[in-house]
Structures are given as structure tokens and as C-alpha cells.
């Protein structure tokens, strides 16, 4: 049974990504929840407690990701870029070790991104859901609690980013 399930979630994801085109994801966004395999990562003062808030086309087909971090109790604006590579909707940056960064689900209203960091030995899976609004979570928390499961995170783990904890509104 788990291995049929996981077979899903992989054509699930195969399927998603052939259908991706970069200018989806372009434009404002909010993060509204972030969960990890390692929860230290996404807590207070953890590496990827992060506040995405807009995602560019770049001309080589790259995309630049601007975020707010907090580093010494202030919000900082950040920026990454994610390198494309030949497989749709897939991207690679270096923060901490290697990344690699995946759009799950793009809808007009939310996506969930899902990130594989490795450093050294360790790897680390992270995802995230990301709105148009602050309010789009409620479409797509569903989707977005079914692939964190698949991914072996707790129901525990997934962190709620309330407007109180937020880092992007300097």
C-alpha cells in the first residue's frame, strides 16, 4: 500500500511539472505555512524561516526569489537565484549546501514549493505554502498537508505563519 501510494505521488508530481511555465509563479507572494523534516530549521532564528514575498523571471529563464529573514532580531530583504535546470517547474541555489527546489502546485491562488537542502551528509526537506493573499491558505492547505505527508513530515512540524510572527512587511 505505501509503495502504491507513493508511486502516486510521484506520477502526481511528474504530472504537475509538465504543465509548469515559469510566469505562474511570478509576482507578490505570502508565505502562510512552512514545515521540515528538521523543525529547528523553521523555527525562531532557523535558516529557513523565511518570509517569501516576490518571485521574478530573470531573461536566462532563472527566477530571483525575494524574502525576508530575521538576523539579530531584525527583518532583513534577501534575495536568492534559482537556477533553472532541464526539468520543468525544478531549480537549484545554493543556501546552507545545495538546494534543490521544486513547484509541487501552482494554482492562480497558492503553491507549494518543496525544497531538498543537503549539506554534507545530511538532507534536509522543507515545504512550503505560499498565497496571493493572506487569505489563499484556505484553498490550498488541503494539498498542501497531503504533500508534506507524502514527504515524511509530522502533522506536528507544519508551522502556521501568523500576521503576529510576520518578517515581510518592512
Same mark, same amino acid.
Given at each position: 500500500m505505501k509503495l502504491l501510494l507513493l508511486l502516486s505521488v510521484g506520477l502526481g508530481l511528474t504530472w504537475t511539472l509538465e504543465d509548469f511555465h515559469p510566469e505562474q509563479v511570478v509576482g507578490s507572494w505570502h508565505t502562510l505555512n512552512l514545515a521540515s523534516t528538521d523543525p529547528s530549521v523553521i523555527e525562531e532564528g532557523g535558516p529557513y524561516l523565511c518570509f517569501? @514575498?516576490?518571485?521574478?523571471?530573470?531573461? +536566462?529563464?532563472?527566477?530571483? =526569489?525575494?524574502?525576508?529573514?530575521?538576523?539579530d532580531g531584525k527583518c532583513v530583504k534577501k534575495f536568492y537565484i534559482a537556477e533553472k535546470t532541464g526539468?520543468?517547474?525544478?531549480? @537549484?541555489?545554493?543556501?546552507?549546501?545545495? +538546494?534543490?527546489?521544486?513547484? =509541487?502546485?501552482?494554482?492562480k491562488d497558492f503553491t507549494i514549493m518543496d525544497l531538498e537542502n543537503q549539506s554534507g551528509r545530511v538532507i534536509t526537506v522543507m515545504t512550503e505554502l505560499h498565497g496571493r493573499s493572506l487569505s489563499a491558505g484556505e484553498f490550498g492547505y488541503e494539498d498542501y498537508y497531503i504533500h508534506t505527508c507524502s514527504r515524511g513530515i509530522s502533522p506536528e512540524s507544519i508551522v502556521e505563519l501568523s500576521l503576529s510572527r510576520r518578517c515581510d512587511t518592512n
Open positions: 517569501m @514575498t516576490d518571485i521574478a523571471l530573470l531573461d +536566462n529563464g532563472n527566477l530571483n =526569489v525575494t524574502y525576508f529573514h530575521r538576523e526539468i520543468p517547474g525544478h531549480y @537549484t541555489f545554493e543556501y546552507q549546501g545545495k +538546494n534543490d527546489l521544486t513547484f =509541487v502546485d501552482v494554482t
